[in-house]
């Protein structure tokens, strides 16, 4: 296989993230922060939206092989950097043309911090017309908190509604976000190496996020024992609930994944993108699912819960409701 440039029309990122595209028109995206287990960074987080994106309108790009550089395949999302990173100004959001109305949550701050510690009942957020909740003008900034989970959902989304199949060519860890990329791809071949992990409700967050997608490609048994009690499944479990599609041994990973890209490229383009959008009907989630979940899990984030949760992942050590 004969890697070459990236086109002109697309970015060259070499770093948290490389493309390859060869002659067969196969595009490689490597997640591509092995010192961070390929954590979800902003950064990451964007430029992989903009590069599933440029290929969606691609016709010379017939397939999209995701891996991860190093052992393992993601982390999840990057919580130090969601924590303690600088906000991200609205003209980087603006400049990506993401949908700026999913991110006017200023409006709903006050009752998210107000009923998040005193157990009041949830706002109906799905129930809600959503430009009538967030009403609010725009902030000039806003906490990564609230961004990269949101950037996570618009990624796992685009993967479903790129035209071209989706191969995830995973070893090592999934983790939470991680666990949720495998679940948007089309064909997952993952070696032995393999074990994915829900985190959420070891966090003290909400299992909102990823759950509009988790349940309606996992058997809901499965998703429930995953998700309660947050214990890493190895790859085996994983094939047998069909988060993983072949699974072979370290040794014949490479091959496996050269030969399922093969078989998929024996198939005709627009037939494959056809089938995509009739997956989609099952697979796909509607916006205001997806949002509410957004908004439920920032809610999860703004508890005492979560930022125990979290400030004891970063400091390694146990939360206080495990005492």
Do not use: Y
Request: with cysteine.
């Amino acid at each position: 296989m004969t890697a070459l440039p990236i086109s002109s029309n697309s970015p060259n990122f070499p770093a948290p993230l490389t493309r390859t595209d060869d002659e067969r028109g196969v595009a490689t995206l490597t997640l591509n922060r092995p010192e961070r287990c390929n954590a979800l960074s902003f950064e990451l987080l964007r430029r992989l939206l903009v590069e599933l994106r440029q290929i969606a309108a691609d016709n010379s790009t017939r397939l999209v092989v995701l891996r991860g550089a190093g052992r393992h395949f993601c982390a999840g999302l990057d919580l130090d950097e969601a924590t303690n990173g600088a906000p991200i100004p609205l003209e980087t959001l603006r400049a990506d043309a993401l949908d700026l109305d999913d991110f006017r949550v200023r409006a709903v701050e006050a009752d998210v911090s107000a009923n998040a510690d005193r157990g009041a009942e949830p706002l109906d957020l799905a129930a809600q017309p959503f430009a009538t909740l967030l009403a609010a003008d725009f902030p000039s900034t806003f906490p990564r908190f609230q961004v990269a989970p949101r950037l996570v959902l618009e990624l796992l989304r685009q993967i479903r509604l790129t035209p071209q199949p989706v191969v995830a060519a995973v070893r090592g860890a999934a983790c939470g976000g991680g666990a949720g990329l495998v679940s948007a791809c089309d064909f997952v071949v993952a070696d032995s190496t393999f074990r994915a992990v829900f985190t959420e409700t070891k966090r003290g967050l909400s299992p909102s996020l990823l759950f509009p997608f988790l349940r309606r490609k996992l058997p809901l048994a499965a998703l429930q024992e995953f998700v309660l009690t947050a214990a890493p499944f190895a790859a085996p479990r994983a094939a047998d609930v069909g988060l993983v599609q072949t699974l072979v041994e370290p040794d014949a990973f490479d091959a496996t994944v050269a030969d399922a890209v093969a078989r998929l490229l024996d198939n005709e383009p627009r037939s494959l993108a056809t089938a995509k959008r009739l997956f989609n009907a099952a697979l796909l989630p509607p916006d205001a699912e997806i949002r509410a979940g957004w908004l439920e899990h920032c809610r999860a984030w703004e508890s005492s819960a979560g930022r125990e949760g979290i400030a004891a992942f970063l400091e390694k050590r146990s939360p206080r409701w495990t005492r």
